[in-house]
């Protein structure tokens, strides 16, 4: 998997998002900084935050550098970070935080990340079922996740599975059918009963209706 690398900037006014971010979308550079960025550089923004995503460290300096001169040339103030994703910990860090070199170390970093995501308060999670999708890799995990939430699929999101909620039985045999043909190759998708102390998830390639019966349910 590649470096990922991205830039945040923090817009002291929301409305000059627009302008700024059109203008970072539309590589509208000059001639060096599009040459060196190209279209490898993904720009996103929400209100007066926008994000630059790329692959190498030299792509991520060069689109802060442009990012800076186009916020100096529209007489703007901004609060301009360059971060470094860590899988293990599944955060967004500062740059001049190395990365894990060790398997200690990234077991160090792993356990962080279940602790803090042990402390975050759960969310409303109202559903009778859940399709739970095993994923080979980290990487896949948060790729699939986020591009569900995208949609307004409600997700929960685990270390390297994901649940999605179902109100009946039908609508998570027919979430589980999408998942199976979505999710990346090697994946696993099973079904099972939410808010029991111990869910039973089936395989969904067993998965037939009346699985509630069959539970005990």
């Known amino acids: ?3 990922e690398w991205r830039i945040e900037v923090d817009l002291d006014d929301e409305q000059h998002g627009f302008t700024l971010g059109e203008r970072l979308q539309s590589l509208d550079l000059d001639d060096e900084a599009r040459e060196r960025l190209g279209d490898r550089v993904v720009v996103t923004r929400d209100g007066a935050k926008m994000f630059l995503y790329a692959a190498t460290e030299e792509q991520a300096r060069e689109a802060e550098r442009v990012a800076r001169d ?3 040339a ?4 901004a609060e301009i970070a360059l971060t470094r994703w860590h899988p293990d910990e599944e955060e967004w860090k500062d740059a001049s935080v190395p990365m894990p070199q060790t398997d200690a170390e990234r077991a160090t970093e792993r356990e962080r990340h279940e602790e803090e995501a042990e402390r975050e308060p759960p ?4 559903y009778q079922w859940e399709v739970r999708v095993d994923l080979p890799t980290l990487h896949d995990t948060r790729e699939f996740a986020s591009r569900l939430e995208d949609e307004g699929i409600d997700v929960r999101r685990h270390w390297k599975y994901l649940l999605v909620g179902a109100a009946s039985e039908e609508r998570a045999a027919e ?3 999408r998942m199976t043909s979505e999710a990346p190759e090697g994946s ?6 939410a808010g029991v102390p111990h869910p039973v ?4 390639e067993a998965h037939k209706p009346g699985i509630a019966r069959d539970l005990g349910l």
């Open 70 to 72: 186009l916020i100096a």
């Open 123 to 126: 969310g409303r999670w109202d």
């Open 175 to 177: 979430v589980a059918e």
């Open 1 to 3: 998997m590649s470096d």
């Open 201 to 204: 998830f089936v395989y969904i």
């Open 188 to 193: 696993k998708v099973h079904v099972g009963t």
């Open 74 to 77: 529209e007489g703007l103030s």
